[in-house]
């Protein structure tokens, strides 16, 4: 069974940086789209950047040029950098994988969450 696992959430002051770290069991994640989402209290899951099994990214307007998504196949691993936090980016951080389906929906796996909070 496919388990995520993130890692490197923590408490951060304004303007500062943290690098999410999300582990997947198998290696055959590589071949999908993963993601990085977050939640807010209060709030809706909020997709906040995703990079393709050919590495392709895209990001939430709030966060471009600030965070960057990437992904170390050898290592099963996505990451997330994150540079000139804020306190609006405070929120519980999930990794997700994709995989699709010939029929129906998607099938999605998510990580445990990791806890990011952004002092001011």
């Known amino acids: 069974q496919v388990q995520l696992v993130e890692s490197g959430g923590g408490l951060v002051q304004a303007g500062g940086s943290l690098r999410l770290s999300c582990a997947a069991s198998?290696?055959?994640?590589?071949?999908?789209?993963m993601g990085w989402y977050r939640q807010a209290p209060g709030k809706q899951r909020e997709l906040v950047a995703g990079?393709?099994?050919?590495?392709?990214?895209n990001y939430a307007d709030s966060v471009k040029g600030r965070f960057t998504i990437s992904r170390d196949n050898a290592k099963d691993t996505i990451y997330l950098q994150m540079s000139s936090l804020n306190p609006e980016d405070t929120a519980v951080y999930y990794c997700?994988?994709?995989?699709?389906?010939?029929?129906?929906?998607?099938?999605?796996?998510w990580g445990q969450g990791t806890q990011v909070t952004v002092s001011s």
């Open positions: 990079i393709t099994g050919g590495g392709r990214t």
């Open positions: 997700n994988l994709e995989i699709p389906t010939p029929l129906g929906t998607p099938r999605y796996y």
């Open positions: 198998e290696n055959i994640f590589r071949l999908y789209t």
